[in-house]
């Protein structure tokens, strides 16, 4: 038999730095994402006490979660991302504790099934930290305690005491939200998986032990139906019946069992072969054989004995199909996909036990000879490592993203109307919606806001034009958007449409400076929301412009010279835009988008320097031919703007860059 000897390092040390390597290295440089953004601006303005009126409609049972951890944590990206390194390591701590509770014999099991989950690749967003801890994470932790408490009740001289604490802490992870439904079905399997005799022994004895268990989960189900078909949360009503099929039902199945049993461990190759000589790939590559370095001895240092005869794989994968199925049950019962790399497989963490364990089972029936099994264990886990870490710098990119959005945003428009509605088709970035954007620059732009309607709201016409907060884009229409306690009232009248390309600069749109015949094919109906746009909201004299929170200012390149070039051309300062080009040239700073030279080109010959204006317009064509439209564009908006003398030389310039066919 395998016995596992009292290793060297401690164990809690060994936890904390496999936390550490897989989630802590980037924390610095990690922030806030999705809907962290909302919830840290209610926590900041609105106190933690608004997380239960605001939960109320949607998962009541979350806001006294939401309330005590924002009581006790200010809304700063750093104490967050730090706060979930702490839980993080919790719950390796407490699923190993809790498969020791169920196996108490098998030691090394236990041990590396804490290990698979502490680094479970298949679900990467660890990082949208104040949104997943309590959501997702703390209800988790509860719900492992649980399942460890009823299997010490079951060694326990006292067992109602302990029964009692794992009732309580059932309540606690089942209630707050619906990911974790289908997994208490893995008790009943853990428990029909240690007792003895028949079958039909073995279920009797299991049901009597889960009996309580059994009548929280059916009232916690009658819970559920009550609050999606007929409370206030019916917009989320459960729909998978009116297109369930068996064979649909197999196909997802199937698809779960691939991608949480097998998949999620060799991803990264996939991610990182994409573009192998990347930095991020091959830091990516050197933890990977870092961690490796590290497990395979320390794991091979706590084996003596191969465990050949036992027969524990084949109960892992029994129980691990099913508790992968089962995590799966709420997000398919909502119809929602189970795509990785994406927000949506926060919907793994539920799969998180059933997935670990099935992988565990399977390797223990495939592989006898121990010193392999030890070093694929060890490969496993360092696998896990490094996607954790791959996954790591996609939220650092994002919020260094972030970071250039917010910037450019204050450097084009130092404050804001109060009531202004911010139109855009989409923000060139993963992580963060509509909804997501609205709370920092409520943040930015209304940094003294007290409890009343919020006074900025943005919108994206892809998602939302033709639905019930963007019904139309006609002018003087009301605008009503519910922002969870309070809302924003505006009107499409009083509207800036901004664009901003992946690789370009933040743009500011307005239809007296010809960007309807310049932007007309942007995507969608987009281009019908530039005729709203109104720059006159946009405060250009302020003692104080606005700073965007928690981010230093980066280093003024290309954007920076152009979004402060377009604020000058507003303010009517042709000179200063011509200046802040030729600082930007001189340093080397040149645009990934030849639209950005419209705004110097118009500068240039507003200033009575058409020569200058021609040569950079003949530059950027050769560059780009398909810019010729906003070329030509911008010259018309000279002519208009010249004297009698001067038009008959634009003119010319018009013909020279054929200008007569657009």
């Known amino acids: 038999m395998m016995n596992i000897r009292l290793p060297k390092i401690n164990i809690f040390i060994i936890f ?21 953004w909302p919830f840290a601006w209610s926590a900041n303005f609105l106190g933690p006490a608004d997380f239960n009126p605001s939960f109320a409609p949607y998962r009541p049972f979350l806001g ?97 005491v302990y029964t009692t604490i794992a009732l309580l802490l059932q309540l606690c992870g089942i209630f707050p939200t619906e990911y974790f439904f289908g997994i208490e079905g893995l008790r009943f399997l853990l428990l029909f998986s240690i007792m003895d005799g028949s079958l039909f022994r073995r279920f009797a004895k299991t049901l009597k032990t889960w009996w309580p268990y059994l009548l929280v989960w059916i009232f916690n189900a009658a819970w559920l139906i009550y609050y999606y078909k007929f409370g ?140 392999i099994k030890t070093y694929l264990f060890a490969a496993i886990i360092a696998l896990g490592i490094g996607q954790q870490f791959f996954n790591a710098n996609i939220f650092r990119r994002d919020w260094e993203d972030q970071r250039n959005i917010y910037w450019q945003m204050a450097w084009r428009m130092p404050a804001l109307e109060p009531n202004t509605l911010i139109l855009t088709h989409q923000m060139p970035i993963d992580y963060e919606t509509d909804a997501s954007f609205s709370a920092p620059i409520n943040w930015m732009y209304a940094p003294d806001y007290t409890r009343s309607n919020i006074p900025y709201l943005m919108l994206y016409t ?11 884009l006609e002018p003087d229409q009301p605008i009503y958007f519910n922002y969870r306690t309070v809302s924003f009232y505006g009107n499409t009248s009083q509207t800036v449409v901004i664009y901003m390309p992946r690789g370009g600069c933040l743009r500011v749109l307005d239809p007296a400076q010809g960007d309807m015949e310049i932007y007309a094919k942007l995507p969608g109906g987009f281009a019908q929301a530039i005729p709203l746009s109104d720059p006159s909201r946009i405060i250009t004299d302020v003692d104080k412009p606005v700073t965007p929170m928690f981010f230093a200012e980066p280093q003024h390149e290309w954007c920076y010279y152009y979004t402060q070039a377009e604020l000058a051309m507003q303010m009517g300062k042709y000179q200063q835009a011509v200046s802040l080009g030729d600082e930007a040239i001189s340093r080397g700073y040149q645009p990934a988008d030849q639209l950005e030279w419209l705004v110097f080109i118009k500068a240039h010959a507003l200033t009575g320097d058409l020569e200058s204006a021609q040569t950079i317009s003949a530059a950027a064509l050769e560059e780009d031919a398909k810019i010729r439209r906003g070329i030509c564009s911008t010259w018309r908006q000279v002519q208009d703007h010249s004297l009698a003398e001067k038009k008959s030389k634009i003119e010319q310039i018009l013909l020279k860059f054929e200008c007569n066919s657009q």
């Open 16 to 36: 904390a730095l496999t936390t550490l390597l897989a989630y802590g290295i980037l924390v610095p440089v990690t922030g806030f994402y999705w809907d962290d």
């Open 232 to 371: 206030a949360y019916a917009s989320y009503a459960i729909t998978a019946t009116k297109s369930f099929t068996v064979l649909n039902f197999l196909q997802d199945a199937l698809d779960s069992i691939w991608k949480a049993g097998f998949y999620v461990w060799i991803q990264i190759f996939n991610l990182t072969l994409k573009s192998p000589t990347a930095p991020a790939s091959l830091l990516t590559f050197g933890l990977i054989l870092l961690s490796f370095a590290f497990f395979a001895p320390y794991l091979k240092a706590m084996i003596q004995e191969d465990e050949t005869k036992s027969n524990i794989g084949l109960a892992l994968i029994l129980i691990g199909i099913p508790g992968i199925l089962l995590g799966r049950l709420p997000s398919l019962a909502a119809e929602l996909p189970l795509t990785l790399q994406s927000s949506y497989d926060r919907f793994m963490i539920s799969m998180m036990i059933g997935g670990s364990l099935f992988l565990l089972g399977v390797i223990e029936i495939l592989v006898r000879k121990v010193s």
């Open 462 to 472: 892809e998602k939302r034009l033709g639905g019930g907060a963007l019904p139309t």
């Open 64 to 160: 006294p979660v939401f309330f005590f951890t924002t009581s006790l944590i200010p809304a700063v990206p750093l104490y967050w991302q730090i706060f979930a390194l702490v839980i993080r390591f919790l719950l390796g701590i407490s699923a190993w504790w809790m498969f020791r509770q169920v196996w108490p014999q098998r030691p090394r099991i236990a041990l590396l099934a804490a290990f698979f989950m502490l680094v479970f690749p298949g679900y990467s967003q660890h990082w949208v930290a104040f949104t997943h801890i309590n959501q997702e994470l703390i209800p988790f932790l509860f719900y492992l305690l649980s399942f460890g408490f009823t299997f010490k009740a079951l060694h326990a001289e006292k067992p109602a």
